[in-house]
């Protein structure tokens, strides 16, 4: 089967599509965004990048960071339609199916073309806030009500985006509920792991952005020094406004906080393996990879809720806590204060989340899902 990808360069789209390796199925990627460059790590996939620009010509960058206007005035005449693109790959190519991931990135700029060949199967992939939170967007609205009426199949990260997606006018069959980059290698996680007795760290994800709200979790912490000096306080991935944030506040004065910001994905998971607690904060989100490798890795999750798709994974106060407001700094408080004060709900809960939680996103059983659904689709 030919299967036409089209996603923007992401861990998680490399991470999906590797399950395809060696399925015999032949594998095309249009970079939706177009980075420009062949990505080794899915080397044996037919890649088409570099088609955005007519001519990437010299001075682009300069001209882009010191005239704006100028530079997007040059960029309507210079850039190529990614309609008209995609058309003349697919009318090339001939897939069988195209599978786009991300909505407003993947989808609705080519839902003209998929309407105007209307025989080839369409699958979308939902992620993240690609629905909960674009929903509130009148424009994005628009593309959501146009783009799930033509869609064949669905995959979700959470039950909750498969509710709305009805709601929205998929009519379609859905093919499941699975992690955005398709599970992980527990054999590989278990080597970051340390003991649970040994685990003295609080892991807190330093998103503020569109969604996160890291800060929130900062300010519930500064309320509570004297019950955290026995921990260690990582705050990764932070961006610059939670770096400011902390360099403006009592926080910069701690000794034991630490922060850093964009890291590899292999630190994130030695963060995870030594730490006691994990804290996740946002306003908008699917079912957080992050919030997955947590669970896996044996920290302790406290995790926003947005549209209640947190607690399809956590039982609040079994094996783990949610934040049911990530706006309020009290409540914030509350249930962190509950978890470094209970050390059998933390101990409870290390032995769900490994002996119950973790088997449901092994790679492999995973891998061996995903695949008889694209076999279905092939049939």
Not at 63 to 91: D, G, H, M
Not at 222 to 238: C, D, S
Not at 338 to 351: G, V
Not at 362 to 369: A, E, G, L, P, W
């Amino acid at each position: 089967m030919k299967i036409l990808m089209v996603s923007m360069s992401s861990i998680h789209f490399f991470r999906w599509t590797e399950q395809l390796k060696a399925a015999g199925h032949e594998v095309y990627w249009f970079d939706v965004v177009d980075g420009g460059k062949k990505v080794d790590r899915i080397s044996w996939v037919h890649q088409i990048v570099g088609w955005k620009l007519r001519w990437d010509f010299p001075g682009r960058s300069y001209i882009k960071a010191q005239w704006p206007k100028v530079y997007s005035w040059l960029q309507r005449l210079n850039e190529r339609n990614t309609a008209v693109t995609f058309e003349k790959i697919v009318e090339e190519i001939k897939p069988d199916v195209v599978h786009s991931f991300a909505l407003y990135v993947a989808c609705a700029p080519i839902v003209d073309i998929m309407k105007k060949h209307a025989h080839i199967k369409w699958i979308y992939s939902s992620w993240g806030s690609d629905l909960f939170y674009f929903q509130q967007k009148p424009t994005y609205l628009i593309d959501i009500k146009n783009v799930l009426p033509r869609v064949n199949y669905l995959f979700t990260d959470c039950k909750r985006d498969y509710q709305l997606a009805v709601k929205y006018g998929f009519n379609g069959e859905f093919l499941g509920v699975f992690p955005g980059g398709g599970g992980f290698d527990l054999e590989e996680l278990n080597t970051y792991m340390i003991p649970f007795k040994q685990r003295k760290t609080i892991l807190i994800k330093g998103y503020q952005g569109r969604s996160g709200r890291a800060i929130e979790v900062l300010k519930a912490m500064e309320h509570i020094q004297f019950e955290l000096k026995l921990f260690k306080i990582v705050v990764f991935g932070a961006d610059k406004e939670v770096e400011q944030y902390i360099k403006q506040s009592e926080l910069t004065n701690w000794r034991n906080v630490s922060v850093c910001g964009k890291i590899s994905h292999i630190e994130v998971l030695k963060l995870m393996g030594q730490a006691l607690v994990y804290i996740g904060n946002s306003k908008s989100d699917g079912l957080p990879n992050t919030l997955l490798e947590a669970i896996c890795m044996g920290a302790f999750p406290i995790q926003s809720n947005p549209g209640g798709v947190t607690e399809e994974v956590i039982e609040h106060g079994i094996n783990g806590l949610l934040i049911n407001d990530c706006e309020s700094i009290q409540k914030i408080k509350d249930v962190v204060l509950k978890a470094i004060s209970d050390s059998r709900l933390l101990k409870n809960a290390f032995e769900i989340n490994q002996h119950k939680m973790k088997p449901n996103y092994n790679r492999k059983c995973i891998s061996r899902q995903v695949l008889l659904k694209y076999e279905n689709i092939e049939i």
